[in-house]
């Protein structure tokens, strides 16, 4: 049967793709956003489809919609863009999750939350499993982010145990893929756009650092297997347990694209963990989803979307 569906942060990265998704699959949707780091391109291709619509507004303030189901989207994802307005983030994420789960009570739909791998900080367990409880820095610049995520999980828990709302958590690990912001700063975004416009490709540390990437049509497939089961809750890894350093990343990278590119090497951002690798056992079992795409070919599909979108 057809839903009515919020998606916030619905114009970003994985937000437009998610609109893509469940339009596909018959449902309406509404899409929130307020442009921050997502953009109207993203879903012009859906504004004249009679079942979607584009809203722009702040998750900050309170909204009314009569939806079925909500997934809130709304933050900024990458670290510069995070850190931009520090204090904006961490009230997006956590009266974002107020206003969103305030709205599922009244309306009793079901309500998901796009956690992050974040909430393990720089971890001490390697793969990281749902179980583990982090080794966050509550003060450093990854926290407004880090500590965002963590009390917007605490509050769906929270009106899960107080208020029986029907929520679901997804710890997202690492996603790319066509639509990224080619300035969005994140590493796969950045190595692609420099390496076609022939720049230096920046290695943060000695990039020894760890990374498990997700093309964003597998996590998408996760998204809606844990929203449409009756079992699980969350919060659930969903990822790609492939793990790279950065230096094997940038390799990759530059025998796709070619070019002439060198590797140039900047100091290591405050806070980065060294390691990051998700534990998908729940989501295998539970949700009897893993992914696919693996990066060679996720990347290739990437590359080929910003060599078009940059006309490089
Ligand atoms: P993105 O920056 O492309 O998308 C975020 C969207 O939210 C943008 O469209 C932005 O304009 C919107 N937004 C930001 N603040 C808002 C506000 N206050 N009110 C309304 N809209 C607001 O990032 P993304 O990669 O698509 O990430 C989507 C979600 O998934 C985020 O919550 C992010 O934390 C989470 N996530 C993503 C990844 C990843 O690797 N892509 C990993 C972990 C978690
Ligand atoms: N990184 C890098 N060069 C860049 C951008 C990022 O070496 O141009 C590194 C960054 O320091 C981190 C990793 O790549 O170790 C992933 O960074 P990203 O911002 O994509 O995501 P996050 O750190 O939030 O996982």
């Not at 974002?96 to 739909?109: Q, V, Y």
């Not at 022939?198 to 996760?222: A, M």
Request: aromatic letters at 8%; proline letters at 6%.
């Amino acid at each position: 049967m057809s839903k009515r569906i919020l998606v916030t942060g619905g114009a970003g990265f994985l937000g437009s793709h998610l609109c893509d998704k469940l339009i596909a699959q018959g449902d309406d949707v509404i899409c929130l956003d307020n442009y921050f780091t997502g953009a109207k391109d993203n879903v012009a291709h859906l504004v004249d489809h009679p079942r979607f619509e584009r809203v722009r507004h702040d998750v900050i303030d309170p909204f009314k919609f009569e939806v079925d189901q909500i997934y809130n989207l709304a933050c900024p994802a990458s670290p510069p863009h995070y850190q931009y307005n520090a204090i904006k983030t961490v009230k997006t994420s956590v009266m974002g999750a107020i206003n969103c789960l305030g709205l599922a009570k009244r309306l009793g739909a079901r309500v998901f939350q796009a956690s992050t791998s974040e909430v393990y900080g720089d971890p001490e367990v390697h793969p990281q499993p749902e179980s583990y409880w982090g080794k966050v820095n509550p003060i450093g610049i990854r926290s407004c982010y880090d500590e965002g995520k963590r009390v917007a999980e605490t509050l769906f828990m929270d009106y899960h145990r107080q208020n029986n709302v029907d929520i679901r958590i997804a710890r997202i690990f690492n996603t790319y893929g066509p639509r990224m912001n080619p300035d969005d700063g994140r590493v796969v975004s950045n190595f692609i756009v420099q390496a076609l416009r022939g720049e230096d490709i920046t290695i943060y540390g000695d990039g020894t650092q760890t990374r498990s990437f997700c093309y964003v049509e597998d996590l998408l497939e996760g998204f809606v297997r844990l929203m449409n089961q009756d079992e699980l809750t969350g919060p659930i890894n969903i990822g790609n347990p492939c793990e790279f350093t950065m230096l094997e990343l940038a390799e990759l990278v530059l025998k796709q694209v070619g070019g002439t590119s060198k590797l140039v090497y900047k100091p290591l951002p405050g806070d980065d963990p060294k390691q990051r690798q998700p534990d998908i056992s729940l989501a295998k079992k539970g949700l009897n989803w893993e992914p696919s795409v693996q990066l060679e070919e996720g990347l290739e599909r990437t590359v080929n979307y910003f060599r078009e979108k940059l006309a490089l």
